[in-house]
């Protein structure tokens, strides 16, 4: 069985974070590992509060898990501060970690702070440079590069901008657009379009965490980017469909929705 491990913030109302993270390898049919960075007390009206895991202990966590049952490939999520950053840097580059997917997690949906403002550049000039893909939307692509981004040939830009400078695969995000939900890939093949109707839902509650784990179980099965992408949108799409209705807030989604057979078939 092929492993996947998420280095994320623990959500206790089930809907991100660790927990979707977890529920999104199961049902790809991997065996899923977790390290949590931060807990945090959170419902379907937004986080509450945030309480980071001391360094050491972060640490342990890591070398328990690359030190008996390694992992094919690490998403990585929230991270909420540049002490916490650099344990996991540290790790990854310890344990030669593969096939790294880094969720650009900074704010939440509520508008939350995630990450602590001084951490934004370590996290920029530190981590991002380890993904083999990273999954900004357009508000934190727009926070990467410092400017706004709007049109397509300005997202074709952008992306091209990020990949060059951080040196991995970009997959931005649309779901923020009215009527669309057009997701781009730049890599090393050049851009390509994914294209997607916008699903008037009020339950997509963790759906960036759900898309990037389920990318990096594509990743740790051997397919590549571009494959494990498409699966990825094809799952989350599929899993707000469903129709899950939880919460009186912004609602999670259905990860379980289909379980696919052992090595993500």
């Known amino acids: 069985m092929r492993t996947a491990l998420t280095i994320a913030g623990s959500d206790c109302s089930g809907g991100a974070g660790i927990q979707a993270d977890l529920k999104t390898i199961a049902a790809h049919g991997l065996y899923g590992e977790s390290v949590i960075t931060a807990l945090t007390a959170q419902n379907t009206f937004g986080v509450a509060e945030v309480f980071p895991v001391p360094l050491d202990f972060l640490e342990k966590q890591l070398a328990c898990v690359f030190e008996d049952i390694a992992p094919d490939a690490v998403k990585i999520g929230m991270i909420p501060g540049a002490g916490q950053m650099e344990v996991v840097k540290r790790c990854l580059e310890k344990y030669h970690a593969r096939h790294i997917v880094i969720d650009t997690v900074m704010v939440s949906t509520s508008g939350r702070a ?114 494990s992408v498409e699966r990825a949108k094809g799952y989350v799409a599929g ?8 919460g009186k ?17």
């Open 114 to 227: 995630l990450m602590d403002p001084e951490a934004l550049g370590y996290f920029k000039e530190e981590l991002l440079p380890l993904a083999e893909v990273f999954t900004p939307n357009l508000p934190e692509a727009e926070l990467l590069l410092g400017r706004p981004i709007k049109e397509k040939e300005e997202r074709v830009a952008a992306a091209g901008e990020l990949a060059l400078q951080y040196g991995g695969s970009v997959y931005l995000k649309g779901g923020h657009d009215a009527g669309r939900a057009d997701d781009l890939l730049f890599s090393k093949g050049g851009a390509r379009w994914f294209l997607g109707e916008h699903m008037d839902s009020a339950n997509t509650h963790g759906t960036g965490c759900t898309l990037s784990s389920a990318i990096a179980c594509g990743l740790a099965c051997g397919r590549s980017v571009e494959e």
């Open 239 to 246: 899993a707000i469909a469903d129709g899950l209705d939880l």
């Open 249 to 265: 807030g912004n609602g999670p989604l259905n990860h379980m929705y289909r379980i696919y057979p052992s090595l993500g078939a």
